[in-house]
């Protein structure tokens, strides 16, 4: 403290003093609240509601089917995995997809292969026009029917007409690496 602050606060009378003292409590006590114990207050709140969700999400999920047991004697063979259709085949899908429902294709084109966690990834890039509804029934048909193909990238913007809107849609097939 400087010395003129010291005097100043030495003149004031006991009772003003104690109410500054505890106006400064006050202001330091509410910076505290704000900027140190709320955020990670509400991020706690926000987690706790998100688990309690989840919970009762599983415990209103369908069971799975039991497999069915392999005959005695036989070889206990799991079904195979679904597989990523080739690139060719992957295009002529999509382009089929897109234009069943009532999307306009632009291009489809073959991108990179990659390996990812175990897995080969095969992108194709495609340009489609059309409805935002046809869209969301195209994007929903992918990723309904071919469990082996995600959604990588996605640019949707609007058309200079009105109705329609551009999309570019980079899609990832997937499969194993030992497939090759």
Do not use: C, F
């Amino acid at each position: 403290m400087t010395p003129s602050l010291r005097q100043a606060l030495a003149a004031l009378p006991a009772r003003q003093l104690n109410l500054v003292a505890i106006g400064a409590v006050a202001i330091v006590a509410t910076l505290m609240w704000t900027l140190a114990i709320r955020a990670p207050l509400a991020a706690l709140r926000q987690q706790q509601i998100r688990l309690v969700s989840l919970h009762a999400a599983q415990a209103n999920a369908p069971l799975p089917l039991p497999l069915p047991l392999p005959a005695a004697g036989s070889a206990t063979a799991l079904p195979p995995l679904p597989t990523a259709p080739a690139p060719l085949a992957l295009i002529a899908a999509a382009g089929a997809s897109a234009r069943a429902a009532g999307l306009t294709v632009g291009g489809a084109v073959p991108g990179a292969q990659r390996s990812i966690a175990g897995l080969r990834q095969q992108t194709l890039d495609i340009e489609a026009s059309g409805s935002y509804g046809a869209i969301l029934e195209w994007l929903d048909g992918i990723e309904a029917r071919q469990p082996a193909v995600g959604i990588v990238r996605l640019n949707l913007r609007a058309a200079p007409e009105e109705a329609r809107r551009l999309v570019q849609l980079q899609l990832g097939a997937y499969e194993p690496e030992a497939k090759r």
